[in-house]
């Protein structure tokens, strides 16, 4: 997920089966975002900080990617 926020996306995603990984720019939203997901789901998530500005080359690839 692009933008993770809070996490409802991540939630959402983690929910319905899907490997999560939770990207975004502050720190504090990957923490706030991990926190959510296992407190609703029970599903532990990667996170990822990243500025879409500045995509990293190793960042590997993804079937799905969602941004809220």
Do not use: F, H
């Not at 996306?9 to 991990?34: F, H, K, N």
């Amino acid at each position: 997920e692009l933008g993770c926020g809070t996490g409802l996306v991540a939630c959402a995603l983690a929910v319905a089966g899907y490997r999560v990984t939770a990207s975004d720019y502050y720190q504090d939203s990957l923490r706030t975002t991990a926190a959510n997901v296992k407190a609703n789901t029970g599903v532990d998530i990667d996170t990822l900080r990243l500025d879409w500005r500045s995509l990293p080359e190793d960042l590997g690839r993804y079937d799905v990617v969602v941004a809220a």
